[in-house]
């Protein structure tokens, strides 16, 4: 998904999309290492979730808010480690949808909500810990959504995000989703402190080797492998002027 067709209806037909074939599902599956129930919408591998779970911090029974959830994968993966209780939250209702059947499959216990990203409706102070996988990208104003996760989290919550930072934040080649962006400021202004911003170049060589492949896809009339191809040809025109990284803070008190 191009960060320049960021409404909910657009992830909706997005999400349509891939729940006519799994065949993008199981290119992407294959690259990172994920196991098929998975149902990865991002580029985080399998090897990158024991990182971004101990970053968490979590403890049995905590909340864990997984923001910009997609179909969830990743979210019920941390809390099955960590044995959290899983809230999903996305704006996408066809994500919600295919998120809850996902749950449902797996006999998973977890709620999962529409919602946005800068405007959750859950009550101050009410979770433990949010994470946000490769989404905060598609948010115009980002620190809108820094300001809406430091305040559904306690006091001492952990919150971490993965994404893509521009090498040179002024860089004009970059997309408008990462242009002039700067994590590290950003999260300290929104009340986060021991905010790390942590290089996962391991990440980038598994997606880089995906996005590889995906330009050379027929997709005939599959329209998720359509998207895919396309994303690809965009995505390695200025790969190099970014990098990966995992973004960990702690609520300020
Ligand atoms: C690249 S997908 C990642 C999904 C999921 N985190 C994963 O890793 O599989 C980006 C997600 O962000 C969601 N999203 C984008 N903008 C949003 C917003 N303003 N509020 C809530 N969700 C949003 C989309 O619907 C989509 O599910």
Same mark, same amino acid.
């Given at each position: 998904m191009s960060d320049d067709a960021t409404s909910s209806e657009a992830f909706d037909r997005w999400y349509a999309d891939l729940s006519v074939s799994r065949v993008k599902d199981d290119v992407v599956a294959r690259h990172l290492g994920l196991p098929p129930e998975m149902l990865s919408?991002?580029?985080?591998?399998?090897?990158?979730?024991?990182?971004?779970?101990?970053?968490l911090r979590l403890v049995p029974e905590d909340v864990l808010l997984d923001l910009a959830?997609? &179909?969830g994968g990743y979210g019920l993966e941390v809390a099955r480690r960590s044995r959290a209780r899983l809230l999903g939250m996305d704006f996408s209702a066809e994500a919600i949808r295919q998120a809850t059947a996902n749950a449902d499959a797996q006999e998973r216990e977890a709620t999962f909500e529409v919602g946005s990203l800068?405007?959750?409706?859950?009550?101050?102070a009410s979770v433990d810990a949010v994470l946000c996988i490769d989404a905060i990208q598609f948010v115009e104003l980002p620190e809108q959504a820094f300001a809406e996760? @430091? &305040?559904?989290?306690?006091?001492?919550? &952990?919150?971490?995000?993965?994404?893509?930072?521009?090498?040179?934040?002024? /860089?004009e080649r970059v997309g408008p989703g990462l242009r002039g962006r700067r994590w590290h400021d950003g999260l300290a202004v929104a009340g986060f402190e021991e905010v790390e911003v942590e290089d996962c170049s391991d990440w980038a060589a598994?997606? &880089?080797?995906?996005?590889?492949? @995906?330009?050379?896809?027929?997709?005939? /009339? /599959?329209?998720?492998?359509?998207?895919?191809r396309?994303?690809?040809?965009t995505v390695l025109e200025t790969f190099d002027l970014t990098r990966r990284v995992m973004v960990s803070a702690t609520r300020a008190g």
């Open positions: 919408t991002s580029l985080v591998p399998w090897s990158g979730i024991e990182a971004i779970t101990t970053a959830c997609g &179909r800068t405007s959750t409706g859950l009550p101050d996760a @430091a &305040r559904v989290l306690d006091v001492g919550g &952990r919150l971490v995000l993965t994404g893509w930072e521009a090498r040179d934040a002024d /860089d598994m997606e &880089r080797a995906l996005w590889e492949e @995906a330009v050379q896809l027929s997709p005939g /009339d /599959d329209r998720a492998l359509q998207e895919l396309d994303e690809a040809v």
